[in-house]
């Protein structure tokens, strides 16, 4: 399909627009050391992102009290927990991330196409941290992971993009930086570029092959234009 097409772009924030990977672990690590727990470094905590704040807690304190992330949690714990982690992660998720190289400008040069947010964080934390960045004019809507009753990989978010802006799958393109965002694509059945530059190695990434991979933000011209 021509570039010129994809009248939609449909980005992904955490690894993809914003480096936020800072901000999320030592939340999280400040929520398992008020309960006593084992901390966890940045790689291990990483390698929990992609599927949401509930997902993320209960993999990460499984992790700190076994060393096994499907470890079974008791749920008055797990939510206990996980409200805490929310608390301290709204009060800090713009200390130390930040928007990617190149992003500021991509997305001004991109200004002229309709875009769209589609992200598996809460909408507390991605409307302060889009505030924080000054970019929250560039897009016409902003889909969080509580904004529906399903998240991605859910085609729901997508078909609620699809329905703002009145268009059609195939004008569509999601930018994102995991297989969560590949699958989310294939399932609503719109176009995937996936960038190397956030929480997934190349190798995972092609392996799910995505209908483009892209190394550096201004790579996205040669394919939406």
Known sequence: MAGNQYEIIAWDLDGTLSHSLPDIAASLNMTLSEEGYPL????????????GVSAL??????????????????????KRVTDRYRDIYAANCTKRSRLYDGIPQILQQLSHKKQAIITNKP????????????IVSFFGIVIAGDSLPQRKPHPEPVQLALRHFQ???????????????????????????????????LETLAEAQPDFIIHKPEELLSILN
């Open 57 to 78: 807690v209960e993999r990460a304190l499984s992790c700190s009290l076994s060393g096994n992330a499907d470890f079974c949690l008791e749920k008055t714990m797990l």
């Open 167 to 201: 268009k059609k799958a195939e004008n569509m393109i999601l930018i994102g930086d995991s297989t969560v965002d590949i699958a989310t694509a294939r399932n609503a059945g719109i176009a995937i570029a996936a960038v190397t530059w956030g929480y997934t190695d």
């Open 40 to 51: 966890l470094d940045e790689a291990r905590i990483q390698s929990y992102l992609g599927d």
């Open 123 to 134: 909408m507390l934390m991605t409307g302060r941290m889009l505030e924080h960045y000054q």
